[in-house]
């Protein structure tokens, strides 16, 4: 066999090989041993599991999203019920110890012009226009408003005016003569002053009537209590759609007024307003 020839410049020249297609030629045959024969498409088997693992993979992404949004929403409504549980101490402060009345009861609400109402007495205390002047202005609240009155999960209830927050039915009615003091409510920090509402009416209770609090964020209800305090407790704990448990964490009752406890019949609507 022949070696190498020298040229005429003094230089040897090599023979030349196939090392370079032969290179290329392993790597192919490699892919044919890892993947079976070039070109072909998914299997049957291969293409259901595949589509198995996305559909996995995206339930537990869209999971993960609406939990996240939903913990979203209840931070950002217990945000505004503080905010109405702190604007209550400062009417209290101003008004004698006074606390704001409730406004209607059992009653969708169609009264909206009393200044002693919770809804128009607490809103300047937090730079917000009261609810008559927003409803005078054609503004008055509604779902999905991203404002201190709307809770972001509270949904419309079919009524003339839509209240996300409602008082406690049983605090400062229109029954009495006057409105309950704070100074004068044992243990504020279990008194509820504020709660979820149902939508058509601007005070709740628990019950199994349709102005009983609502829980909205994922079986939880959110509360605000007479010291500014706030919860979110699970509808079985506050009594949501069944009646008042009497916890005494939780209280709806204030004792010796006039507004029945419940599961006591209450008063016919035309015996509500003054």
Same mark, same amino acid.
């Given at each position: ?22 290179? %290329?030629?392993?790597? %192919? ?114 779902? %999905? ?101 009497? %916890? ?27």
């Amino acid at each position: 066999m022949r070696g190498p020839q020298k040229t005429g410049t003094g230089h040897e020249r090599a023979w030349p090989t196939n090392r370079g297609r032969l290179g %290329r030629c392993d790597g %192919r045959l490699a892919a044919i041993r890892l993947f079976g024969r070039v070109g072909r498409g998914f299997t049957l088997v291969e293409l259901l599991v595949t589509t198995t693992v996305i559909a996995v993979l995206s339930a537990i992404l869209v999971a993960g999203t609406r939990s996240a949004r939903d913990a979203g929403r209840r931070v950002r409504c217990l945000a505004s019920v503080r905010d109405w549980g702190t604007a209550v101490g400062y009417y209290a402060n101003d008004h004698r110890g006074y606390v704001p009345r409730r406004g209607q009861g059992i009653q969708p609400v169609f009264q909206i012009n009393r200044r002693a109402d919770w809804f128009n007495a607490l809103p300047p205390y937090m730079h917000l226009d009261r609810f008559v002047d927003l409803a005078g202005a054609g503004r008055p609240p509604k779902p %999905r408003d991203a404002t201190t009155w709307v809770c972001p999960s509270a949904v419309d209830s079919g009524h003339k005016y839509f209240f996300a927050y409602a008082m406690n039915m049983m605090l400062s009615t229109w029954l009495a003569p006057e409105p309950d003091r704070l100074d004068h409510i044992a243990s504020p920090n279990t008194m509820v002053f504020l709660a979820d509402g149902p939508g058509g009416h601007c005070s709740t209770v628990p019950t199994f009537e349709s102005y009983s609090p609502r829980a909205r964020h994922r079986g939880k209800v959110n509360l605000a209590f007479l010291d500014g305090h706030v919860e979110s407790l699970s509808a079985a704990h506050v009594g949501c759609g069944v009646g008042d448990p009497r %916890r005494q964490d939780v209280r709806w009752v204030v004792p010796g007024r006039l507004w029945p406890e419940p599961g006591q019949p209450v008063p016919p609507p035309s015996t509500e307003m003054p």
